[in-house]
C-alpha cells in the first residue's frame, strides 16, 4: 500500500503518509523497555524516564523521510498519518493520527473484543512518546506547541465502519479502513458482516489482494 503511495502519487492527497507496521512496533518497544526499568529497585521512575526520552536516530529519521530503500517521505507537509497497530501479535487496529488537530482516531471491527482500559495500555504508548518524535525530529516546528511538549489525550474509539463477527482477519479490515480513508472510497455501512453479500465478498477479495501486494490503482 506504502509502496503504490509512493509510484502513484497522483491517485493520493499529498498531505498523507502511510507508515509501516515498525511505526507502532518501535513506540511499543521503547514504552516497554522504560516500563521495565521502572519497576528495577533503585532505578528511576518511569515519569523520570518519560522526561528524559530521546528518540534514537532511525526513528529521527523516518520523520525526516530518509530511509534505507527509495521513496521516502518527510513529515514536514503532513496532515494525517495512517498506520496499523498490532496489538500484543494477535489483533490490528487502524490508527489515524490528525497531526494539526492533535488527536488521532482508532478504527477497529471489534469494538467490543477488548476492554476499553486494556486498548488504553496499547495506545498510551504512542500518546506519550509522539509528540517527543515529532519534536526531536527538528522539523515539526510549525505544529502547535502543545502538540510538541504535551502528551496527547485519548477520547476513545470510533464506532466501527464495519464489524467482524468472526473475529478472524483484522488485518485485512485494518489495510481495507486505510484506503476507505485515503481514497474516499465507499466502505459498507456499520454494524454489517464484511462478506454477507457480493458486495463484501468483492471487497474482501480486495482487502485480501492488498495483503498479498498484488493490487495496483
Known amino acids: 500500500m506504502w509502496e503504490r503511495h509512493v509510484r502513484y502519487p497522483e491517485y493520493y492527497d499529498s498531505t498523507d503518509r502511510i507508515l509501516d507496521l515498525n511505526f507502532y512496533s518501535n513506540f511499543k518497544l521503547r514504552y516497554d523497555e522504560m516500563s521495565d526499568e521502572a519497576t528495577t529497585v533503585g532505578g528511576r521512575s518511569f515519569t523520570q524516564l518519560i522526561n528524559e526520552f530521546e528518540w534514537d536516530e532511525d526513528m529521527i529519521n523516518y520523520v525526516r523521510g530518509i530511509r534505507p530503500y527509495p521513496g521516502g517521505m518527510d513529515w514536514i507537509g503532513a496532515k494525517r498519518l495512517l498506520a496499523v497497530m498490532n496489538i500484543n501479535k494477535t489483533h490490528f487496529v487502524t490508527l489515524e493520527i490528525l497531526l494539526h488537530e492533535g488527536r488521532m482516531n482508532v478504527y477497529d471491527c471489534m469494538l467490543m473484543g477488548m476492554e476499553h482500559a486494556k486498548f488504553l495500555t496499547f495506545i498510551q504508548t504512542v500518546f506519550e512518546l509522539l509528540p517527543k518524535l515529532l519534536k ?30 468472526s473475529k478472524a482477519a483484522c488485518a485485512s479490515y485494518s489495510l481495507a479502513f486505510i484506503e476507505h480513508l485515503i481514497t474516499r472510497t465507499t466502505i459498507q455501512p456499520p454494524k454489517t458482516l464484511l462478506c454477507d453479500n457480493a458486495v463484501h465478498r468483492m471487497q474482501w477479495v480486495w482487502a485480501a489482494g492488498i495483503v498479498s501486494r498484488s493490487l495496483v490503482p
Do not use: A, C, Y
Open 136 to 165: 526531536q525530529s527538528g522539523i515539526m516546528n510549525h505544529l502547535p506547541d502543545k502538540f510538541l511538549n504535551e502528551p496527547w489525550e485519548f477520547k476513545g474509539r470510533l464506532e466501527p465502519m464495519v464489524t467482524n463477527d
